[in-house]
C-alpha cells in the first residue's frame, strides 16, 4: 500500500454523562482522528488515549504529538510505500510504546485496504456473529443513583451492566443492583483499587464475592500477579484482567502466574486489532474467559471493537454499548442496541465513515502530512 497523506485531527467531544471511576472522573472526551490518503482509496482510524494518563500512561495530546512528530514521519518516509497493515506497524515498532497511538494508524490503514477490497473487518478477521451482546458501564455512585443508572440501562434492553466500584464504594450498591436486576449479569470493575495488605480491603473482596456477579475485572494493581493470582484461587466469581494484560509478554506472564481466569481486550490498549486478535487466539487456547472491553470510543473505533468482540472466544458480558450512551451525536451513524445486542458492521472496512459535520463542529486542530 502506498500513502499519499495522513491527516490527522483533534475532536474535542463531551460524554453524555460523566463517567466516575478509581481513577478519575471522564467528562472531556479527546478524539484523535487519522485518515490516510492511499493510492486505493481512504481510511480512517480513532486514537482512544483519555484526556489524562491514568487509566494507563498513554494520554490524548501525547499521542497525538506522538502521531504527528514521530509515527506519521515513519509511515511517510520511503515515498509513503508501507506494504500492508501489519508491515506499517512494524516499521512503527522503532519508537516503542505509545500502542493507542499506533492503533489509529493500524486502524486506519486496515480500513483503507479492506474497503478496495470490498471486504468487511469482521470478514476478515473471521468473526461470523451478526451481532454482540451489548453492555452499559455505570460509574462510581451514591447507591440511589447507581440503582437507578443500571435500571435505566436494563429498562432499554441491556442485559449485561458493568458497575465502577472503589474500595468504600463498592458492596451496598453492587448488593443493591444484583436484587434488583436479578437476570442481568453484573460485572464489577475496581481498575485497580483494591489492595491485599489492607485487611478492609480483603473483606470487601469476600463479600464481593458472595453477590454472585459475572466478573470481578482488575482488582488489584496491574503489576500484582501474584495478588490476582491468589483472587483466582481464594474467588468464586471469575477474575478478569484489563489493565494488567498491555502486551503478549504481560498475558503470557499472567497465563504463567496463574493470575487471571479471564482477560478484557481492548484493541486500543493493546495496539492494535492484529494485538488484540493474538490476545483472544492465546486465551482460546489456554481456557481463558474473554470479554471486550471499551474505551468510551467514538464510532469508528466503537465499529473496530464490535468486530473483534464478535470473535467466537468472547464469553464474558463486555464493555460495549450504544453510540448514544457516550455521544450524541456520534461522529458516525451511531451504533444503536438491537434486543440488548449491537449489529456488527457489514459493509467494507470498519462499515462507518466520520460525518462530515459532525467532525467539523468538534474539530479543534487539523493538520495534513504528505509523502514526500
Ligand atoms: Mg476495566
Do not use: W
Not at 469476600?206 to 501474584?226: H, T
Request: aromatic share 2%.
Amino acid at each position: 500500500m502506498k500513502i499519499l497523506a495522513i491527516e490527522l485531527r483533534r475532536l474535542e467531544l463531551e460524554l453524555v454523562a460523566p463517567l466516575v471511576t478509581a481513577t478519575g472522573e471522564h467528562r472531556r472526551r479527546p478524539i484523535v482522528l487519522v485518515h490516510v490518503e492511499t493510492e486505493e482509496g481512504g481510511g480512517n482510524g480513532e486514537c482512544d488515549a483519555l484526556l489524562e494518563p491514568g487509566y494507563t500512561a498513554e494520554h490524548a495530546d501525547g499521542a497525538e504529538t506522538v502521531l504527528a512528530e514521530r509515527l506519521i514521519p515513519l509511515l511517510l518516509a520511503g515515498a509513503g510505500e508501507v506494504g500492508t497493515a501489519a508491515e506499517a506497524l512494524a516499521r512503527l515498532a522503532l519508537v516503542p510504546g505509545n500502542p493507542m497511538a499506533k492503533a489509529a494508524l493500524e486502524m486506519a490503514l486496515l480500513d483503507a485496504g479492506l474497503r478496495a477490497e470490498g471486504r468487511s473487518l469482521a470478514s476478515m478477521l473471521g468473526a461470523t456473529r451478526p451481532a454482540i451482546p451489548a453492555g452499559a458501564t455505570v460509574g462510581i455512585g451514591d447507591t440511589p443513583a447507581v440503582v437507578a443508572a443500571a435500571r435505566a440501562a436494563a429498562a432499554v434492553g441491556y442485559r449485561r451492566v458493568k458497575l465502577k466500584i472503589a474500595p468504600g464504594r463498592d458492596v451496598a450498591a453492587l448488593g443493591a443492583v444484583r436484587r434488583e436486576l436479578s437476570d442481568v449479569a453484573i460485572v464489577a470493575d475496581a481498575n485497580g483499587s483494591y489492595d491485599l495488605g489492607h485487611a478492609d480491603d480483603r473483606a470487601a473482596l469476600r463479600a464481593i464475592d458472595a453477590l454472585g456477579l459475572a466478573a470481578l475485572e482488575q482488582p488489584l494493581a496491574a503489576g500484582d500477579l501474584a495478588g490476582s493470582a491468589r483472587l483466582v484461587s481464594e474467588l468464586v466469581t471469575p477474575v478478569v484482567l484489563d489493565e494488567s494484560i498491555d502486551s503478549m509478554a504481560a498475558l503470557e506472564a499472567a497465563l504463567a502466574a496463574g493470575a487471571c481466569s479471564g482477560v478484557a481486550v481492548k484493541p486500543a490498549r493493546l495496539g492494535g486489532v492484529a494485538a488484540a486478535v493474538r490476545v483472544h487466539d492465546t486465551c482460546v487456547a489456554a481456557g481463558v474467559h474473554l470479554s471486550i472491553g471499551g474505551m468510551l470510543e467514538a464510532g469508528i473505533a466503537r465499529a473496530a471493537s464490535i468486530a473483534v468482540g464478535a470473535l467466537r472466544g468472547f464469553d464474558l458480558p463486555g464493555d460495549l454499548g450504544s453510540s448514544d450512551r457516550y455521544f450524541r451525536p456520534d461522529v458516525t451513524a451511531p451504533h444503536v442496541l438491537v434486543a440488548g445486542e449491537l449489529p456488527v458492521p457489514t459493509g467494507p472496512g470498519l462499515g462507518v465513515v466520520p460525518d462530515p459535520a459532525v467532525v467539523e463542529a468538534a474539530t479543534a486542530r487539523c493538520r495534513v502530512f504528505r509523502a514526500s
